[in-house]
T-cell receptor
């Protein structure tokens, strides 16, 4: 089985712009979770989607949004980019409810976003 | 609230030496604990997990972790490390959220540096 695929791998944007990141989960996985990883804050949970519905949301401003399509692929969007949004954005898929004890997360290699 | 503390941000060790990466959790209910590993420029990979049963769990590459309820710890150990074990290691706990679902809460990570 192919793993979780995230595109693009690297992205450079300027302040005020918006960006869309894409994630293709492992075939058969219906849950997709998004995390932001920074040296200062570590791994922070953004949100989780299951069958096109957002089930969990972390403590991020409304500029961060996401969606999931019927084929389980997911996108996350960040509008009005700020310098502090520079981070590695990780997507993870799981067969059931993401993060639960019986549905481990499988991570992609991430998209590194740099905001200048 | 469930949370995870990784006491060491960085652990330097020589090749073939033993290593212990510490993880403590706080929870008043049953917990499910995980160790993930992140190699440079990659996403996270599940290393091992404790759900129930035997308190000692092992991974396929020689790591083991012991769940200690009285000390609320889940330390990761390896008797003899290799250069290829150089990576960042994250301890995580499965946390119940208000919506009734669960999500993973990660520690801040421990960077293991193995030198010859």
């Amino acid at each position: 089985k192919a793993g979780v695929t995230q595109t693009p791998r690297y992205l450079i944007k300027t302040r005020g712009q918006q960006v869309t990141l894409s994630c293709s989960p492992i075939s058969g996985h219906r849950s997709v979770s998004w995390y932001q990883q920074t040296p200062g804050q570590g791994l922070q949970f953004l949100f989780e989607y299951f069958s096109e519905t957002q089930r969990n949301k972390g403590n991020f401003p409304g500029r961060f949004s996401g969606r999931q399509f019927s084929n389980s692929r997911s996108e996350m969007n960040v509008s009005t980019l700020e310098l502090g949004d520079s981070a590695l954005y990780l997507c993870a898929s799981s067969s059931g409810q993401g993060g639960s004890y019986n549905s481990p997360l499988h991570f992609g290699n991430g998209t590194r976003l740099t905001v200048t | 609230a469930q949370s995870v503390t990784q006491l060491d941000s960085q652990v330097p060790v020589f090749e073939e030496a033993p290593v212990e990466l510490r993880c403590n959790y706080s929870s008043s209910v049953s917990v499910y604990l995980f160790w993930y590993v992140q190699y440079p420029n990659q996403g996270l990979q599940l290393l091992l997990k404790y759900l129930s049963g035997s308190t000692l769990v092992e991974s396929i590459n020689g790591f083991e972790a012991e769940f200690n309820k009285s000390q609320t710890s889940f330390h990761l150990r390896k008797p003899s490390v290799h250069i290829s074990d150089t990576a960042e290691y994250f301890c995580a706990v499965s946390k119940s959220v208000n919506t009734g679902f669960q999500k993973l809460v990660f520690g801040t990570g421990t960077r293991l540096l193995v030198s010859p």
